[in-house]
């Protein structure tokens, strides 16, 4: 018997409720970049489809603009389990930790990551205080509440970024500085624009990988992808059009290759250095460590613990290429819920 077969029948057996927790993202009063709702709902139509072929009851639970809504849909279906698809509440990723401590109080086990984790690597800073007190490359930074903060003391070129959003939101070209002219509007941008400190970063001119990690108590690195740029000038970097937008320049000019072409002890240290950045920062079930090689040395950029797991995301991506069907990951992580609760 097939480990998916292994899964689908110890998970059926069980006769299990699946809800699947999602945001749905509202109408921004001005126009700004943010997550598609296409993509939201072509999303959990993925999820949907694996958990019903694992011959699981399975029930929608969108997060709107009433969160009583949601709790009374909570306690009306009853899930066993919640797959927690959701990524902020009202518009705002800071937010996303709060959901998760909600079903915590509600005691409704679910997949992914725990609150705190969420709140930490949603604080770009908070992440990097951790890794560096614990021996992981990060690039230089500084926050800036408003340029009149900058202290120099960081060579050129810059990265500008928003210090808590997701999914490359604030994040352009322009985001790219050479300057103290380019960064005070860059950094004047993100303040006005997102209402929250910029983040300063070293720009490190390295490969750029993606380390997906699997696993609840024993988890492990799926094969390494790497983002190729075909672009002739820096900056060479995942921007939200590269990202999000199909017909954009940056999208065309920027792909996906997995496995990663890496000498093998390469690979091995970032390997290692992704899965102590997931124990440190206590991810759980699954997550994504992006990276930056130099000089065969490897900074982490972002831990994020709650990735884009659509079928056409790098996380999936490391899946297929390591032999792991769609259906048979989210099995997995329903799994590692269940091992969570009462219920095995």
């Not at 992808?225 to 017909?247: C, H, N, Q, R, T």
């Not at 996906?256 to 920062?281: D, F, G, Q, S, W």
Request: hydrophobic residues 40%; positive net charge.
């Amino acid at each position: 018997m097939s480990r998916f077969k292994r899964t689908r029948s110890y998970l059926s057996a069980r006769d299990l409720r699946i809800g699947i927790l999602f945001n749905i993202i509202p109408d921004p009063k001005e126009k700004k970049d943010r997550v598609p709702e296409d993509w939201v709902l072509d999303h959990v139509k993925f999820v949907q489809k694996a958990i019903m072929k694992l011959q699981l009851s399975c029930h929608l639970l969108p997060v709107k603009d009433d969160v009583k809504i949601l709790i009374d849909s909570l306690e009306l279906y009853r899930p066993d389990i919640v797959v927690n698809l959701c990524e902020g509440v009202f518009g705002s990723s800071q937010l996303e930790m709060n959901v998760a401590a909600m079903l915590e109080l509600l005691r409704i086990p679910y997949t992914g990551s725990p609150p705190l984790t969420l709140g930490i690597r949603q604080n770009k800073v908070l992440t990097k205080y951790v890794l560096r007190a614990n021996g992981i490359p990060t690039p230089d930074y500084q926050v800036l509440e408003s340029f009149k903060a900058w202290k120099g003391g960081i060579d050129f070129p810059l990265i500008v970024k928003p210090l808590r959003e997701d999914a490359s939101l604030g994040i352009t070209r322009k985001s790219f500085v050479r300057t103290n002219r380019e960064l005070k509007v860059q950094v004047d941008y993100i303040n006005r624009r997102y209402q929250q400190p910029a983040l300063v970063e070293k720009y490190i001119d390295g490969r750029e990988l993606n380390v997906s990690i699997l696993g609840y108590e024993k988890p492990k690195t799926l094969p390494i992808s790497e983002i190729i740029f075909k672009f002739k000038d820096e900056p060479k970097i995942v921007d939200y059009s590269a990202k999000w937008l199909k017909k954009s320049e940056e999208y065309k000019k920027t792909r996906p290759v997995c496995p990663a072409r890496l000498a093998p002890h390469i690979e091995n240290l970032v390997k290692k250095m992704a899965l102590k950045a997931y124990r440190l920062i206590n991810c759980r079930d699954y997550a994504r460590i992006d990276i930056r090689l130099k000089d065969d040395v490897p900074f982490i950029l972002e831990v994020n613990a709650n990735p884009d797991i659509s079928l056409d995301a790098g996380f999936t991506r490391s899946l297929k290429v390591a032999g792991i069907s769609y259906d048979r990951f989210i099995g997995e992580i329903i799994s590692y819920a269940v091992q969570r609760s009462s219920l095995h």
